[in-house]
């Protein structure tokens, strides 16, 4: 799964591949523990071309009654999401790129659960394959939010946990983002593993465990652990 992750100043290189207004991105800063129903910047495209818009963290399908309480829907399972009834008509219709710079996942090890960081080797920045949908409030408002598609681990992931999300190649981007490509047979090859040799992994402070810490303490590297609450 992939249940935080960070946007860094290193995201201003990926904003340079899109066509949205450079406007748009003025309100981004830097995020290093973002977690479930917060908003964050996500990337979409329309007929009208490209845009950057702040959506809450956890789908709420277009046809709820309301906002279920609980756990939000923040990852879906690529192997099932042109099928499934929340995920299947935005995998057709409504499918955005969610921009981080990393993500964080816990590694059990003996008693205890590390929290890694796991970014690619280069520092490029990474983009997410995700869905996103809007919900009518029902008071004339309306509530966009998205998904992280995940995937099942490469060679890295699998020592850490057992799901990854999904991160598009530059080459895929445009492709995935294109709102005139319905076809899930077209998509689904897209919803694969990255691979092991272009990642990094590495253990950092528990302070990421707690979503009240916000900042670059969060991705440092911590090479012994130990309990900071």
């Avoid at 609980?70 to 999401?81: Q, Y």
């Amino acid at each position: 799964m992939c249940g935080r992750f960070a946007q860094t100043p290193e995201l201003s290189t990926l904003f340079s591949r899109f066509k949205f207004f450079s406007e748009d991105a003025a309100g981004v800063v830097p995020r290093y523990n973002i977690a479930p129903t917060q908003k964050v910047p996500i990337i979409f495209r329309d007929s009208e071309g490209d845009h950057l818009d702040s959506m809450r963290w956890g789908l709420v399908p277009h046809w709820s009654k309301e906002i279920v309480s609980g756990r939000p829907l923040i990852n879906a399972r690529g192997e099932t999401v042109a099928e499934k009834p929340s995920f299947r008509t935005p995998f057709r219709r409504h499918r955005c790129i969610v921009p981080a710079t990393g993500f964080y996942e816990w590694k059990r090890e003996g008693s205890a659960k590390v929290p890694y960081f796991i970014r690619l080797k280069d520092d490029r920045p990474m983009c997410f394959a995700g869905l996103y949908d809007r919900w009518d409030a029902g008071d004339g408002s309306l509530l966009h939010s998205f998904v992280i598609i995940t995937t099942f681990p490469n060679q890295l992931m699998e020592t850490i946990h057992d799901r990854m999300p999904v991160i598009l190649s530059e080459e895929d981007e445009s492709l995935w983002l294109d709102p005139d490509l319905h076809e899930p047979k077209r998509l689904k090859p897209l919803l694969v593993p990255c691979a092991e040799e272009k990642m990094d992994a590495y253990p950092v402070s528990t302070l990421v465990n707690s979503v009240a810490h916000d900042s670059e303490d969060c991705i440092a590297e911590a090479p012994e652990q130990k309990d900071l609450f």
